[in-house]
């Protein structure tokens, strides 16, 4: 259940990237990517996205 970033709806705005408390989303060529081994799961970035990119699989 990690954090995944829809890139072709990621407006590369990086709210997410702070959002994050252990630090999991990066941003690679202006989309976030999240690091499925660092996210613990909290999906405190899902809501933090304004263009929903972000869902828990
Ligand atoms: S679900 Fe939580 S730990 Fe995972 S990327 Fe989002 S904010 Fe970070
Ligand atoms: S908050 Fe959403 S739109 Fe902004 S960088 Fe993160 S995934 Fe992309």
Not at 14 to 41: F, R
Request: hydrophobic share 40%; charged share 25%.
């Amino acid at each position: 259940m990690a954090a995944k970033v829809e890139s072709a709806k990621c407006t590369g705005c990086e709210s997410c990237v702070s959002a994050c408390p252990v630090e999991a989303i990066a941003m690679k060529a202006g989309k976030a990517e999240v690091n499925k081994d660092t996210c613990v799961d909290c999906g405190a970035c899902v809501g933090e996205c304004p263009a929903e990119a972000i869902v828990m699989e």
